[in-house]
């Protein structure tokens, strides 16, 4: 039975202004950072081939954008030219354009050197089929974005045409929609599962969503895979690196995963009980900081939740010597009002417009349902804080 070895990756954004991976950082944090996510590359390239793979497949968004530098895409293209044959569906962030990374006529006015002979770039929407030089028992079937506007068909609802082979690989960047709200990139090229097991295809490698998740039809083979994304991030997920296996018509198997970025990232929560000034939330982060056993080395995102007391505006700044790179997330923060003080207080006379408005909103409230019920929620509490005089610039949402 034939079989391949092969290296997956995805979903890189290199050259992205805020992503990967970069935080809010200073100007020389950033240099430092953007060094390590090229040098990840070199790395790639070394399990490449300690993994002996005979073939590499990237399902999308190596680059973040058009107008990445020409150095690290010369860079990128320098490394790939020492791999085994490189297979790489442009997606919705990589499209191929005239202004592209890939594009010929780029490659001239830009000054960017010629994608290497063993790197095939697949160009067209509709789906084409290549063999693997040298094998004619494996073919790989890709296609790509043109432009960064959300597909809205189910092109593997019907049988995509294609070459036989033994092994046959199919590239996609797109969106299994069981999984489309969990994730908060664009739903676009959607699919279900049994779509794609239907196609038939040996294996397909996934790009698009960031989170690592495997396709398995009836007898338990993998079937379909995202990787995931490869670097830390700031929603403080830990960087998922590369993947490493083995495909057969069967499959994919001996599936291996290999770290590509040396920094942890750390979510840390800090819970607030009624705080009522920014230091007492700066007292209450350091604890949770000493706790976290994060470092200066590492990446952290700071989760607030609970309550604060109304008064102030419940936001502080990390102390930059704590990490690497900190982001701050205050959305879960809610102001501790007397809520229960305030709808009993709406039944007197001498009834406040606070305690009016909190119990006609307290009443929408419960007779709304899920995503209208966050909504007057939010109504709630920026109303409560424009009556308290106090800050209602809209709050980050994950
Ligand atoms: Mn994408």
């Given amino acids: 039975m034939s079989e391949l070895r092969f290296v997956q990756i995805s979903d890189l954004h290199l050259g992205g202004r805020s992503y990967p991976g970069c935080f809010k950082m200073p100007p020389e944090k950033k240099k430092q950072r953007e060094s390590e996510l090229r040098a990840s590359i070199d790395k790639l390239a070394e399990i ?36 085994p044959p490189v297979f790489i569906t442009p997606g919705n962030h990589d499209y191929t354009s005239p202004g592209s990374p890939y594009s010929n006529e780029q490659r001239t006015r830009r000054g960017l050197v010629e994608w290497p002979e063993n790197v095939y770039i697949f160009e067209d929407e509709d789906f084409a089929t290549r063999y693997l030089p040298g094998r004619v028992d494996v073919a790989v079937t890709g296609h790509a974005f043109r432009a960064n506007v959300p597909v809205t068909e189910h092109r593997l609802a019907k049988r995509i045409p294609r070459d036989p082979a033994e092994i046959s690989i199919l590239l996609l960047h797109g969106s299994r929609t069981q999984f489309a709200f969990e994730e908060s990139q664009k739903l676009t090229l959607p699919f279900t599962a049994g779509e794609l097991l239907a196609q038939g295809f040996s294996y397909a490698a996934l790009g698009h969503y960031h989170t690592y998740s495997e396709i398995v039809d ?32 069967a499959g994919a ?23 009522a000034t920014p230091e007492e939330m700066k007292k209450l982060a350091a604890k949770a900081y000493q706790e976290s056993g994060a470092g200066a080395y590492d990446l952290a995102r700071y989760n607030f939740c609970g309550t604060y007391l109304p008064g102030f505006s419940p936001k502080i700044d990390i102390d930059p010597e704590w990490h690497f790179a900190s ?71 994950d």
């Fill in 327 to 397: 982001a701050v997330n205050f959305s879960h923060l809610r102001p501790g009002y007397d809520l229960q003080g305030l709808l009993e207080g709406a039944d007197g006379r001498s009834a406040s417009a606070e305690s009016l408005f909190a119990r006609e909103l307290v009443g929408l409230i419960e007779q709304a349902e899920d995503e209208e019920r966050e909504i007057l929620e939010d109504a709630l509490d920026y109303g409560l804080r424009a009556l308290h005089g106090l800050d209602i610039s809209p709050r980050e949402v």
């Fill in 48 to 83: 490449v081939k300690s993994t002996n793979a005979g073939i590499v497949l990237i399902p999308g968004d190596l680059f973040d954008r058009e107008s990445v530098d020409n150095d690290l895409v010369n860079h990128v293209a320098g490394v790939f030219a020492a791999l």
């Fill in 253 to 275: 198997t001996e599936l291996e995963r290999h770290s590509l970025d040396s920094r942890k990232t750390y979510e840390i929560t800090v819970v607030c009980d009624n705080v």
């Fill in 218 to 249: 009836g007898p338990g083979s993998i079937r379909g895979l995202y990787g995931g994304r490869p670097f830390a991030a700031e929603n403080g997920s830990d960087g998922l690196g590369c993947i490493s296996g083995v495909i057969s018509k």
